[in-house]
């Protein structure tokens, strides 16, 4: 923890960008993060790129896989034995109760244990269906004991907060600086993202990945205000005899979705409720924009 | 929770609930934003203990004062176990009105333990109090609350309470289950209470003279009661509470201190009787609270009505309304409280021995008579940070004023005519309290 904060500076980069905007960037949770911010206000760069920053490596650490001492971590080693979770902890797994709920098993914070077979490496290896098998019992939210602050994961079973983490980093990041800060930014962090309101120059211009290509927006979205979170990787797949296998899973079959859409964007009010929207249409495969169009909701769509 | 396949939800109701679950989210971990930086997510003894001290002092208007430390600890344990431990000391001093009525010449009594020597004296025209009263109080509950599936909780408790007269113990046990996505809870329960009295001197035998004295040693009552409840969250900020109880008592019901005045025919003083009060009592309660939050307002609004079998109803309501100060360390809640009784079917202030009573049950104690009551107090809390040795404790100060009236008719008897019979109620308390 004071590793980072003593390199906070070095940490963070001031990049200029057109109409008049001034960008703060760093990185987290594996993908690159910014705040955008109209550049007269080039003075409060560096202590809002903190705020943001400092709140987006908390949330990381707090719920990263990869770290020894993260929830996570802590939650894994106890498996088997009941523990008191923290309160923000506890809040997000009760959010992910009820998108569990609401979803019908389609989102499941312990399906990361799909990752063991799954290699979406644009190859042509899948699994064996009796290696998936083998893993299903080990998914189901349901199996989870959960009695707010009380939590036993069942032995072998996993949390992953992957779902939903990067976008609830935005919302938080997002209360942080609004309670302070009333001039218009915009949160970025890795293409989910959330603005207060609209800069001078009318509108923030956001660039959705094209399915095909790395950084090269093929469709700019402009957003006054609210939050946009885009799911799906176009570049996480398999082929086999011509039929492609994107890496969205069906927990409840433990195979990729069919007929999903390469990647969902979603407008919302908050980035977590967006990001959520977007996941569970990927998981609709072909009814991706049947269920979008019936929530109501603006939405954007590469298939 | 579970899966119920074929169960499907409409997009646009799933969005609803998206939404709703956002908003919990988000909401629910707003505040200390930074705070959970500096501890790690799991503490060892000090996780989930919470500490609740007061130190209240309360004063009546004349009558007793009591100063009164309570400590209430409560945990929570990995397993889902919690631990609620309450420990409350009082200490009574002052005046306790002996149930007599005021008189226009000097009345003298005992103190209750006869000894000679110890008596008092109350002068002409005042309500004949005990001036030595005194007790010490020493009251220790521990209820212990265990999740036997994921929404159903059993909790088994016991509290003893001891005084120098008096000591009792009360066993309960209950049961919570949660439904409905545990917005719903539905609880039931059961208590049973031992009460042995050891009043100084001796119990008085009910409707006794106070001069014969006649008392027999200790006595004994017991209770069980049974309590019904249901809570219900209406909306993300509305959250409705019912509960039904009964419960029966069944003993020496006496308070072996009080005792009634016997008049002539014009109202004079010339004895005393003990009270005499029927020996079960049966008592029946519901009660339903209301609490809405809105930004920075949270109120609770309570309404409680209890009827027994000595034709007590009591019906209470009272509104207390939190308002959180801008910054959010601190808060203001006032709070006001209205209660109205009517009185037991054998409250009589006074016995005129000239007439024949119709009941074999009198009693003078003010406790039993209509009456109605105010209070008025405001709270006052203040957060500490999330740094520092006392962080994230709360102190607080409360401040009531209570003030009771009863309702009696006026009386024709002539020597009763120009004395303060049913003299007014008012006290005042004053708490101070640090919790963790």
Redesign the interface.
Known sequence: MTDIRHSLTESLRLEVRSEGLLAVCFDAMASPCEVLLPAQHRSDAIEIGSVVANEAWRVERKYSRYRKDSVVSVIHRSRGSRIVVDDETASLIDFAQHCFDISNGMFDITSGVLRAVWHFDQSDRLPEPSDIQRLLPLIGFQKLHWRRPVLMLPSDMELDFGGCGKEYAVDRAYGLLATRYAEPFLINFGGDLRANQAPPSDTWKIGIERPDTIREASMVLELEQGALATSGDSHRYLMRNGTRFGHILNPLTGWPVPAAPRSVTVAASSCTEAGLLSTLALLKGAEAEQFLGDSGVRYWVNR | ?????G??????A??Q???A??????S???VR??A??AS???NGLL??LSVDSAVAYYHEDGRIQAVEPIVNVAK?????DALDVNFTFDSLSGSSPNGALPSHSAQTFASPSGKVGHSYTTAPGQLPVDPNYEDDRVALSANWTT?VT??TDVTVGAKVSGEDDFFSVTLSASLAHDFN?KNTTVSGGLYNEFDSLKPIGGAPAPGSDYALADKTGNRTKDGVGILLGVTQVMTRNWLSEFNLSVDRFHGYLNDPYKFTSILDASGATTGYQYESRPDQRLRKSAYWENRVAWDSLSTALSLRYMSDDWSVHSETAQLRVRWNLPGGQSYIEPTIRWYRQTAADFYMPWIVETEKLNSPYESSDSRLDAFHALTYGVKYAHKLGPLGPLASSEFNVRVEYYQQKYQNPSTNLADLQGLDLYPELKAVLVQFGWRY
């Open positions: 929770m579970q899966l119920k396949p169960r499907e939800v409409s997009s646009a799933l969005r609930r998206l939404m679950a956002s908003c919990a989210l988000l629910a971990t707003g934003a930074q959970s930086d790690p997510p799991f996780e989930n929570t344990f990995a397993n889902g999740p994921r929404v996505d």
